[in-house]
């Protein structure tokens, strides 16, 4: 049996397994690759890299973009079969999709128009909100806990991953010959006490463990401490008369918000003239969704609905659906809380709400979700002085909060707890979901406490499953890694400079209209510059401070 690494290795973003054996070929996850324009790049691989046509199911983990966001476009390309996942991802993953859609149909409209301006022709989006529609029909839903077979010796189990709402790891059984090997896919695993969703259920055996390490090297602290360091950011810029701006994801994230502020709410820690905005009209029709399973809830959360109590409901929530609306909370005076998406303040409406606040002392941003590499969340966290958002650069003046703890991942050391249920001592544990240097950390740990044999696989990175410990892994580093030739572009620009310089005497004498428009683009490169040389000392400062 083969398995092939697709995305989520040595990264966070884009996961997705494709396993081979005896009877099948079929896909664990198909997630979007987000960042850096190579790494979403990726998303258009399909027919060399996932060859949907070849795929017989897809087991799905969860309903977050980084894990279903590529499945409207393996179905547009091909992909016939079953998609496998528990009735609240399917309930998710619909609103998740046809978002996601929409966003790839504006963006290709806004650069199409661009290029056809330029003369060039236009762009196609990843996928239509057609496509995603298309998918729908595609999911079908199987209970927690229950086996089930997609084809004859091949049998799945989803467990609760306590992630969000309807998140599961997965059992998986696979028959070859007279050999059976269990494989186990955490997914994303949640933070044990995480508000709404239950504990993640564990097992005890596994052949091979895929282990999600997105916090493979730090601890959170506790939802009491968090919800108190929420507490003084909503204090500061209250008494300042200025405004929190949470950037969040729009499914659980933004519903376990809510939830805290109604406990703050009901602790007497949330001003009764300080407003909440919900401004995402995808966390409009998530909460909506919430609203309708309270059956998959943990039990405090039931308990507290017996009561005829609410924990998404407050006195002073607005949901903010149109776009205009979103702009008037711009133009509003006096403090609020404001929750928008994207949680990395990569993308949305959340830009333009960091856009507006950043630089006035008195505001907050909040970052409670993990911040990628190359994100400007992850800048603002790393402490830089400004981001550049919407193609301004910001000074930054508001005070930063990262409260790690309302994190709907697992810490290190619950992670490590998490493992600590396994009794196959046999296993081998393969590090997916995290940056590079975090697993290297977290391997450590799991080889010395657990003496099992970890890997850290790359991206493209495919794997001979054995079950007794033979594996062999072929590195595939070109995939991984493309190399950038950055003595042939520096020595390019050097030399494009110094014709520049050759030619000063001629350029000095020519008429100034002219003069006036080459210095206008001189002085546009410099400033490129400017911001290319402030990036790269800022990285390197980050870069000795770590070593
Ligand atoms: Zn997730
Ligand atoms: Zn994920």
């Given at each position: 049996m083969k398995i092939t690494?697709?995305?989520?290795?040595?990264?966070?973003?884009?996961s997705c397994y494709v396993l081979e054996c005896e009877h099948s070929r079929f896909a664990i996850d198909c997630g979007m690759h987000q960042g850096n324009r190579d790494i979403e790049m990726?998303?258009?691989?399909?027919?060399?890299?996932?060859q949907p046509e070849a795929l017989d199911f897809i087991l799905l983990t969860h309903a977050h973009i980084d894990h279903s966001g590529l499945l409207p476009r393996l179905v547009a390309k091909g992909f016939a079969g079953p998609v496998y996942m528990t009735a609240p991802t399917r309930e998710l993953v619909e609103i998740m999709l046809e978002d996601s859609a929409r966003i790839q149909e504006t963006e290709a409209q806004w650069r199409s128009t661009k290029k056809m301006r330029a003369g060039d022709l236009p762009v196609e989006p990843l996928y239509t909100v057609e496509d995603a529609q298309k998918a729908f029909s595609r999911m079908v839903v199987q209970e927690y806990n229950q086996s089930f077979s997609p084809k004859p010796g091949i049998r799945v189990v989803f467990n609760d991953?306590?992630?969000?709402?309807?998140s599961a790891f997965i059992e998986l059984w696979v028959k070859e010959g007279d050999k059976e090997t269990k494989l186990v896919f955490s997914g994303d695993l949640g933070r044990p006490d995480q508000l709404l969703v239950r504990d993640a259920q564990t097992v005890e055996t596994a052949d091979f463990l895929f282990l999600e390490s997105t916090y493979g090297a730090r601890n959170h602290k506790n939802e009491a401490e968090s919800r108190d360091e929420l507490a003084s950011a909503i204090k500061y810029s209250y008494e300042r008369g200025e405004k929190v701006i949470i950037p969040a994801f729009a499914v659980e994230r933004t519903q376990e918000l809510l939830y805290s502020f109604y406990l703050l709410h009901k602790d007497g820690r949330?001003?009764?003239?300080m407003p909440v905005f919900v401004d995402s009209p995808l966390a409009i029709k998530a909460t909506e969704i919430f609203r309708r399973n309270w059956?998959?809830?943990?039990q405090q959360t039931k308990e507290l609905i017996k009561k005829g109590?609410?924990?998404?409901?407050?006195?002073?929530l607005r949901y903010t659906l149109t776009a205009e609306e979103s702009r008037s909370i711009n133009v509003s005076q006096g403090p609020a809380i404001v929750i928008a998406g994207s949680g990395m303040a990569n993308a949305g409406r959340i830009k333009h709400h960091i856009r507006h606040n950043?630089?006035?002392?008195g505001a907050s941003i909040v970052f409670v979700g993990f911040q990628a590499e190359g994100t400007p969340g992850r800048r603002i966290v790393d402490g830089a002085q400004t981001v550049r958002i919407l193609g301004e650069e910001l000074s930054i003046k508001a005070k930063v909060f990262t409260i790690?703890?309302?994190?709907a991942h697992a810490g290190q050391q619950q992670i490590l707890d998490w493992l600590s249920?396994?009794?196959?001592?046999g296993m081998s544990v393969y590090l997916v979901h995290g940056e590079h240097t975090g697993q290297k950390v977290l391997a450590d740990l799991i080889r010395d406490k657990f003496n099992l044999t970890v890997h850290i696989p790359d991206y493209m990175d495919d794997c001979l499953l054995e079950k007794g410990g033979r594996f062999e892994l072929t590195a595939h580093p070109s995939l991984a890694a493309p190399r950038i030739d950055w003595d042939y572009l520096l020595e390019e620009t050097a030399a494009k400079l110094s014709q520049v310089q050759e030619r000063v005497d001629y350029l000095k004498r020519m008429g100034l209209t002219n003069q006036v428009e080459i210095r206008g683009n001189l002085v546009a490169i410099n400033s490129r510059f400017t911001t290319i040389l402030s990036e790269l000392i800022f990285e390197q400062k980050q870069a000795e401070k770590r070593d």
């Open positions: 690494f697709l995305g989520a290795a040595r990264t966070v973003t884009g990726r998303n258009w691989d399909e027919n060399e890299v996932y991953a306590g992630h969000i709402l309807g949330l001003p009764a003239d059956d998959y809830y943990d109590e609410n924990p998404l409901e407050l006195p002073n950043i630089w006035k002392p790690g703890g309302f994190s249920h396994f009794r196959s001592p």
